[in-house]
Protein backbone atom coordinates (compact mmCIF):
# COMPACT_ATOMS: atom_id res chain seq x y z
CA UNK A 1 0.00 0.00 0.00
CA UNK A 2 1.04 3.62 -1.31
CA UNK A 3 -0.66 7.03 -0.04
CA UNK A 4 0.46 10.29 -1.46
CA UNK A 5 -0.05 13.98 -1.64
CA UNK A 6 2.14 16.95 -3.33
CA UNK A 7 1.51 19.45 -5.90
CA UNK A 8 2.61 19.14 -9.31
CA UNK A 9 3.18 21.72 -12.46
CA UNK A 10 1.39 20.71 -16.15
CA UNK A 11 2.16 22.08 -19.25
CA UNK A 12 -0.61 20.58 -21.65
CA UNK A 13 0.79 20.65 -25.71
CA UNK A 14 -2.25 20.11 -27.19
CA UNK A 15 -3.35 19.28 -30.79
CA UNK A 16 -6.24 21.58 -31.59
CA UNK A 17 -5.78 23.93 -28.86
CA UNK A 18 -3.84 26.18 -26.93
CA UNK A 19 -0.74 25.04 -24.83
CA UNK A 20 -2.05 25.59 -21.28
CA UNK A 21 0.20 25.68 -18.18
CA UNK A 22 -1.33 24.62 -14.97
CA UNK A 23 -0.76 23.85 -10.86
CA UNK A 24 -2.49 20.85 -9.59
CA UNK A 25 -2.73 18.93 -6.09
CA UNK A 26 -2.18 15.48 -6.35
CA UNK A 27 -3.90 12.81 -3.62
CA UNK A 28 -2.96 9.57 -5.15
CA UNK A 29 -2.72 5.65 -3.37
CA UNK A 30 -1.62 2.21 -5.09
CA UNK A 31 -2.39 -1.17 -3.70
CA UNK A 32 -0.49 -4.14 -4.94
CA UNK A 33 -0.43 -8.74 -4.23
CA UNK A 34 1.82 -10.53 -5.33
CA UNK A 35 2.12 -14.89 -5.03
CA UNK A 36 5.30 -16.04 -5.99
CA UNK A 37 4.32 -19.51 -5.63
CA UNK A 38 2.84 -21.61 -8.78
CA UNK A 39 0.65 -20.49 -10.32
CA UNK A 40 1.70 -16.83 -10.00
CA UNK A 41 -0.50 -14.09 -9.25
CA UNK A 42 0.07 -10.31 -9.44
CA UNK A 43 -2.53 -7.54 -8.96
CA UNK A 44 -2.18 -3.70 -8.98
CA UNK A 45 -4.66 -0.65 -8.51
CA UNK A 46 -3.70 2.96 -8.81
CA UNK A 47 -5.30 5.87 -8.52
CA UNK A 48 -4.80 9.73 -8.84
CA UNK A 49 -6.63 12.74 -8.77
CA UNK A 50 -5.10 16.17 -9.31
CA UNK A 51 -7.72 18.85 -8.19
CA UNK A 52 -6.59 22.26 -10.71
CA UNK A 53 -5.03 24.96 -8.29
CA UNK A 54 -5.09 27.30 -11.16
CA UNK A 55 -7.90 26.55 -13.15
CA UNK A 56 -11.18 27.13 -11.31
CA UNK A 57 -13.49 23.68 -11.70
CA UNK A 58 -11.24 21.53 -12.99
CA UNK A 59 -10.44 18.10 -11.90
CA UNK A 60 -8.81 15.01 -13.05
CA UNK A 61 -8.30 11.20 -12.26
CA UNK A 62 -6.72 8.61 -13.20
CA UNK A 63 -7.17 4.99 -12.31
CA UNK A 64 -5.18 2.23 -13.66
CA UNK A 65 -5.20 -1.40 -12.72
CA UNK A 66 -4.02 -5.02 -13.59
CA UNK A 67 -4.45 -8.54 -12.62
CA UNK A 68 -2.10 -11.16 -14.03
CA UNK A 69 -2.18 -15.06 -13.62
CA UNK A 70 0.06 -17.65 -14.59
CA UNK A 71 -1.71 -20.60 -16.55
CA UNK A 72 0.81 -22.98 -16.52
CA UNK A 73 4.36 -22.32 -15.90
CA UNK A 74 6.25 -19.63 -17.85
CA UNK A 75 2.17 -19.08 -19.62
CA UNK A 76 0.44 -15.87 -18.16
CA UNK A 77 -2.67 -14.05 -19.03
CA UNK A 78 -3.35 -10.31 -18.08
CA UNK A 79 -6.40 -8.03 -17.76
CA UNK A 80 -5.35 -4.43 -17.64
CA UNK A 81 -8.08 -1.35 -16.91
CA UNK A 82 -7.22 2.14 -17.19
CA UNK A 83 -9.63 5.09 -16.78
CA UNK A 84 -9.15 8.72 -17.10
CA UNK A 85 -11.83 12.01 -16.12
CA UNK A 86 -11.08 15.24 -17.22
CA UNK A 87 -13.30 17.78 -15.87
CA UNK A 88 -13.10 20.60 -18.30
CA UNK A 89 -10.79 19.13 -21.40
CA UNK A 90 -8.34 21.86 -22.57
CA UNK A 91 -10.23 20.96 -26.49
CA UNK A 92 -13.81 22.23 -26.96
CA UNK A 93 -16.12 19.14 -27.16
CA UNK A 94 -13.38 16.68 -26.28
CA UNK A 95 -14.73 13.58 -24.23
CA UNK A 96 -14.40 14.36 -20.77
CA UNK A 97 -13.53 10.58 -20.29
CA UNK A 98 -11.43 7.56 -21.76
CA UNK A 99 -11.88 3.64 -20.37
CA UNK A 100 -9.81 0.74 -22.08
CA UNK A 101 -9.72 -2.82 -21.38
CA UNK A 102 -6.86 -4.77 -22.42
CA UNK A 103 -6.28 -8.69 -22.79
CA UNK A 104 -2.97 -10.35 -23.64
CA UNK A 105 -1.93 -13.58 -22.81
CA UNK A 106 2.75 -13.96 -22.29
CA UNK A 107 5.18 -16.81 -22.36
CA UNK A 108 8.63 -16.11 -20.80
CA UNK A 109 11.59 -17.92 -22.26
CA UNK A 110 14.47 -18.83 -20.21
CA UNK A 111 15.26 -18.55 -16.60
Avoid at 54 to 59: A, I, L, P, S, V
Amino acid sequence: VQLGAGAVANNEQNVDAETTQSVEALLMGSLSYYTYDSPKTTADFKFQYYPSLTQKGRQRIQIDSSFQRELITDLTVTFTLFYTFDSKPPQEGAARTDIGIVTSIGWRFGG
